[in-house]
């Protein structure tokens, strides 16, 4: 048996299939909740769930919450406020978390929740299980999804598959209710993060034809607003915020909080999801009107503002069937009961969130895999050197959406070598293969020799996520001066090439190449070196034009001179 199990930033569920049902497991009290929350008490072990968020108040020290905000980064990416928690670096460089005297890694951390769930779940089914389907924000890079699955497997798990959120979404709306070829919008407004994707239900098998979110945006952000505007704590900002979605009104501790008050403030945060909504849409080439269902996933979609927002951007009324808190769980466990082989017509397809590539001569990026690209996949290209006598390349491998190397996000270098070669002889190929569970391996192969050299790529991207959101952006609004500097670069690297072997050819022919001829040559290289410098790309791209038409006769007799 395999465990469907949602890891939420402020709470997680477990499900299993039962008789081919996708059932959630309850705890004694019949929460299917479990409160993302661990307490370190003083001298005893840690305990989990609502026990441990109930000792929040008093200790705060004591209890992490928000663990997944930490899970897969490194201590510069992250700030202490965004979980509440003391950190540090450890003597390797990673992320600590410092609670209770002991200086644990968040996977750690997030590894206790999962066992919780795996105890309950085994206390409630009676076997052992020791398999399990993991969901993570879509958004997740290939660190935190790494991370993630070593959390799974520190507790005792064998993870089958790690598994975007919004798509076991899908999975658990759209079973019965889609037909062939439906379109879902999954708006999912959790905790901790935003997530919206486009998927299409196609031949049986969902495929996400696009994901965007901000990983720094969810109802935990409407508490930190709602607190500083009432002057109060953030514990009490959340009731008052959950009593806010059933009432108009709601008195407390002699105070009256409005339910109108509540959305003039939370609404410009709501606000921040409509551009990443419209651009899920624009990259799956979708307008509104061909959605067939928009989907409202995780606890902050029950407020009737988002429920509002959401019709808005869409032109259209959300679904609202769904249980928000317990259709990922669901999912997860439907996916489950797939790898199982209970329910076989049934695959999932994930897509890339950036660009993945490598970084070529003169600094440009060169993509491999785009974004958006359905994982698991894989893709290659070969590549030379680029001068004369080398034996080894450094592969760099980056993820982002700009056209220069320096822009995008150094995820990893390798040293490849080969036999000695002359310029441009030797065949390096590379291969990139992103596996079901978003985690990519790097292989580069010397064609000579057969020889593999392989690389690691779990050790993180070395920028927070709040950078993967301006990633998207500045790539947008640096488009034009980014193509610029390819095009020119490009132009650049052929002029490189061309002026020495114009210099070559014309000692080799001397007298041979008539006067006016050789004249011309002479201007157009100075005219080409002046464009060089003031970096004027058309001027230079014409230029080159020139040159070539001027010197091919050049290139021909030379060609029949070393034949003799
Ligand atoms: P995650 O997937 O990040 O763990 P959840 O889907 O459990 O998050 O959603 C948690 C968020 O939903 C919290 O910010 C919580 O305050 C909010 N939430 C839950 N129920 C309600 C409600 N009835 N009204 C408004 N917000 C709610
Ligand atoms: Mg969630």
Same mark, same amino acid.
């Given at each position: 048996?395999?465990?469907?199990?949602?890891?939420?930033?402020?709470?997680?569920?477990?499900?299993?299939?039962?008789?081919g049902?996708?059932?959630?497991?309850a705890?004694?009290?019949?929460?299917?909740?479990?409160?993302s929350?661990?307490?370190f008490?003083?001298?005893?072990?840690?305990?989990?769930?609502?026990?441990?968020?109930?000792?929040?108040?008093?200790?705060?020290a004591?209890?992490?919450?928000?663990?997944k905000?930490?899970?897969?980064?490194?201590?510069?990416?992250?700030?202490?406020?965004?979980?509440?928690? +003391?950190?540090?670096?450890? +003597?390797?460089?990673?992320?600590?978390?410092?609670?209770?005297?002991?200086?644990?890694?968040?996977?750690?951390?997030?590894a206790?929740?999962l066992?919780?769930?795996?105890?309950?779940?085994?206390?409630?089914?009676?076997?052992?299980?020791?398999?399990?389907?993991?969901?993570?924000?879509?958004?997740?890079?290939?660190?935190?999804?790494?991370?993630?699955?070593?959390?799974?497997?520190?507790?005792?798990?064998?993870?089958?598959?790690?598994?975007?959120?919004?798509?076991a979404?899908?999975?658990?709306?759209?079973? @019965?209710?889609?037909?062939?070829?439906?379109?879902?919008?999954?708006? @999912?407004?959790?905790?901790?993060?935003?997530?919206?994707?486009?998927?299409?239900?196609?031949?049986?098998?969902?495929?996400?034809?696009?994901?965007?979110?901000?990983?720094?945006?969810?109802?935990?952000?409407?508490d930190?607003?709602?607190?500083?505007?009432?002057?109060?704590?953030?514990?009490?900002?959340?009731?008052?915020?959950?009593?806010?979605?059933?009432?108009?009104?709601?008195?407390?501790?002699?105070?009256?909080?409005?339910?109108?008050?509540?959305?003039?403030?939370?609404?410009?945060?709501?606000?921040?999801?409509?551009?990443?909504c419209?651009?899920?849409?624009?990259?799956?080439?979708?307008?509104?009107?061909?959605?067939?269902?928009?989907?409202?996933?995780?606890g902050?979609?029950?407020?009737?503002?988002v429920?509002?927002?959401? +019709?808005?951007?869409?032109?259209?009324?959300?679904?609202?069937?769904?249980?928000?808190d317990?259709?990922?769980a669901?999912?997860a466990?439907?996916?489950a009961?797939?790898?199982?082989?209970?329910?076989?017509?049934?695959?999932?397809?994930?897509?890339?969130?950036?660009?993945?590539?490598?970084?070529?001569?003169?600094?440009?990026?060169?993509?491999?895999?785009?974004?958006?690209?359905?994982?698991?996949?894989?893709?290659?290209?070969?590549?030379?050197n680029?001068?004369?006598?080398?034996s080894?390349?450094?592969?760099?491998?980056?993820q982002?959406?700009?056209?220069?190397?320096?822009?995008?996000?150094?995820l990893?270098?390798?040293?490849?070598?080969?036999?000695?070669?002359?310029?441009?002889?030797?065949?390096?190929g590379?291969?990139?293969?992103?596996?079901?569970?978003?985690?990519?391996?790097?292989?580069?192969?010397?064609?000579?020799?057969?020889?593999?050299?392989?690389?690691?790529?779990?050790?993180?991207?070395?920028?927070?996520?709040?950078?993967?959101?301006?990633?998207?952006?500045?790539?947008?609004?640096?488009?034009?001066?980014?193509?610029?500097?390819?095009?020119?670069?490009?132009?650049?690297?052929?002029?490189?090439e061309?002026?020495?072997?114009?210099?070559?050819?014309?000692?080799?022919?001397?007298?041979?190449?008539?006067?006016?001829?050789?004249?011309a040559?002479?201007?157009?290289?100075?005219?080409?070196?002046?464009?060089?410098?003031?970096?004027?790309?058309?001027?230079?791209?014409?230029?080159?034009?020139?040159?070539?038409?001027?010197?091919?006769?050049?290139?021909?007799?030379?060609?029949?001179?070393?034949?003799?």
């Amino acid at each position: 048996m395999i465990a469907g199990i949602d890891l939420g930033t402020t709470h997680s569920l477990v499900g299993l299939m039962e008789s081919g049902f996708p059932v959630l497991i309850a705890d004694s009290e019949g929460r299917r909740l479990t409160p993302s929350a661990v307490w370190f008490p003083k001298g005893g072990e840690p305990v989990v769930g609502w026990a441990a968020l109930e000792q929040k108040a008093t200790q705060p020290a004591l209890v992490v919450t928000s663990i997944k905000r930490l899970i897969g980064r490194r201590p510069g990416e992250v700030s202490e406020a965004s979980t509440g928690s +003391a950190i540090e670096a450890g +003597a390797d460089g990673s992320l600590r978390v410092v609670v209770g005297g002991q200086a644990l890694r968040p996977e750690e951390i997030s590894a206790l929740i999962l066992s919780k769930l795996k105890s309950d779940l085994e206390k409630s089914c009676g076997v052992p299980v020791d398999r399990a389907v993991i969901t993570v924000p879509a958004y997740f890079n290939d660190a935190q999804r790494a991370a993630t699955k070593r959390a799974g497997e520190l507790a005792g798990f064998t993870v089958e598959r790690i598994l975007s959120e919004p798509t076991a979404a899908a999975l658990a709306y759209g079973l @019965d209710r889609l037909g062939e070829r439906s379109k879902v919008a999954v708006y @999912d407004l959790g905790g901790g993060t935003f997530d919206i994707s486009v998927l299409e239900l196609n031949c049986g098998v969902f495929e996400v034809l696009s994901t965007n979110g901000d990983t720094a945006l969810g109802g935990d952000d409407l508490d930190t607003a709602l607190a500083k505007f009432w002057n109060i704590f953030l514990i009490d900002a959340e009731k008052i915020k959950r009593a806010l979605t059933d009432s108009e009104s709601f008195e407390w501790d002699g105070r009256t909080f409005l339910r109108s008050e509540l959305e003039a403030i939370c609404l410009p945060l709501i606000e921040r999801t409509r551009r990443h909504c419209l651009r899920s849409l624009s990259d799956a080439h979708l307008e509104t009107s061909a959605l067939d269902a928009v989907v409202l996933v995780g606890g902050a979609t029950r407020m009737p503002v988002v429920r509002k927002f959401v +019709a808005e951007i869409f032109g259209r009324e959300p679904d609202v069937s769904q249980h928000p808190d317990e259709a990922v769980a669901l999912g997860a466990t439907i996916q489950a009961g797939i790898l199982e082989g209970g329910l076989q017509n049934l695959t999932l397809l994930d897509v890339t969130p950036l660009s993945l590539g490598i970084e070529t001569f003169g600094g440009l990026m060169n993509v491999i895999i785009p974004r958006n690209t359905t994982i698991p996949c894989k893709a290659g290209e070969m590549f030379t050197n680029a001068v004369a006598n080398q034996s080894a390349m450094s592969i760099t491998v980056l993820q982002g959406e700009r056209e220069m190397a320096r822009d995008n996000w150094p995820l990893g270098r390798m040293d490849v070598t080969f036999p000695q070669a002359p310029k441009g002889q030797a065949r390096v190929g590379v291969q990139f293969e992103l596996d079901a569970n978003g985690i990519l391996h790097v292989l580069a192969r010397d064609t000579s020799t057969g020889l593999d050299t392989l690389i690691d790529i779990q050790s993180a991207v070395e920028v927070s996520d709040e950078a993967v959101e301006k990633m998207l952006g500045d790539s947008l609004e640096h488009a034009f001066e980014d193509m610029d500097e390819r095009i020119f670069t490009e132009a650049k690297l052929k002029a490189d090439e061309m002026l020495p072997a114009v210099d070559t050819a014309l000692n080799a022919l001397g007298d041979e190449v008539p006067g006016e001829v050789r004249a011309a040559i002479f201007a157009l290289v100075e005219k080409i070196r002046s464009a060089l410098q003031t970096r004027s790309t058309s001027d230079l791209k014409n230029l080159l034009r020139e040159l070539d038409a001027v010197t091919e006769p050049l290139a021909a007799a030379l060609i029949e001179k070393t034949l003799g």
